[in-house]
């Protein structure tokens, strides 16, 4: 089955405690992509991915990390989260840009305490 | 840049009456547009696009949207809404090409709320 999987669904943390969520997609696609959604914003794009090593900031990057060693996976590193980032997280991959159709992870809710 | 505007953030129906919600864009160029629906607890899903011919396209689930060019506009649509559309809606927009370097950008939502 196509599919974006991203673990962990939910996670509880205390402030400045490194964390990695971790998104994997079966499909061979090439563009990858975090976002962040908030009450009343929308998503937001963190980072995207063109390619394996290939990898630039959206439209809230700050506090966050990424790579992408692998084609299938694209982990969001957040080096010392803060409360500010208590949201909910969804990973998207598409096979050919966003022209085509984004597949979207299950999602992860975060909070920091 | 990029930007989407929905207007309506709350709409709140009873079945089997009409739906249209709002969806505006900026962007200079050739766009693809989008709208995705979030299913209470659950991830996005692709409910329709529009990348050429055609302004008026349809989607899954009886819905449809029209892409008004001189408006930036891609409202969505549905003669006759159900229970189960109660969602959250999105619209979003990128760079026609297919070489738009992961820029998708979404609106800020509309919660739909449908009453049996």
């Known amino acids: 089955e196509a599919q974006v999987t991203q673990n962990p669904r939910y996670l509880i943390t205390v402030t400045g405690k490194k964390l990695t969520v971790t998104c994997s997609q079966n499909?061979?696609?090439?563009?990858m992509s975090w976002y962040r959604q908030d009450p009343g914003l929308g998503l937001r794009q963190i980072y995207y991915?063109?390619?394996?090593?290939?990898?630039d900031k959206g439209d809230v990057p700050e506090g966050y990390k990424v790579s992408r060693k692998e084609k299938r996976n694209f982990p969001l590193i957040l080096e010392s989260p803060s409360p500010n980032q208590t949201s909910l997280y969804f990973c998207?991959?598409?096979?050919?840009?966003?022209?085509?159709?984004?597949?979207f992870g299950q999602g992860t809710r975060l909070t920091v305490v | 840049a990029q930007s989407v505007s929905q207007h309506n953030h709350h709409v709140i129906l009873s079945e089997a009456a009409s739906l249209e919600l709002g969806c505006n864009y900026s962007y200079g160029g050739t766009v693809n547009l989008f709208w995705y629906v979030q299913y209470p607890g659950q991830h996005l899903q692709l409910l329709l696009k529009y990348f050429s011919g055609d302004p008026l396209v349809k989607g899954i689930k009886g819905f449809e949207a029209e892409f008004i060019k001189s408006k930036f506009s891609f409202n969505l649509r549905k003669p006759s809404v159900q229970w189960s559309d109660t969602a959250e809606y999105f619209c979003a927009v990128t760079e026609a090409g297919g070489t738009s370097y992961g820029k998708l950008t979404f609106g800020q939502g509309t919660i739909l709320t449908v009453h049996p």
């Open positions: 991915s063109m390619n394996v090593e290939v990898t």
């Open positions: 998207a991959s598409s096979s050919q840009g966003w022209g085509t159709e984004a597949f």
């Open positions: 499909m061979n696609h090439e563009y």
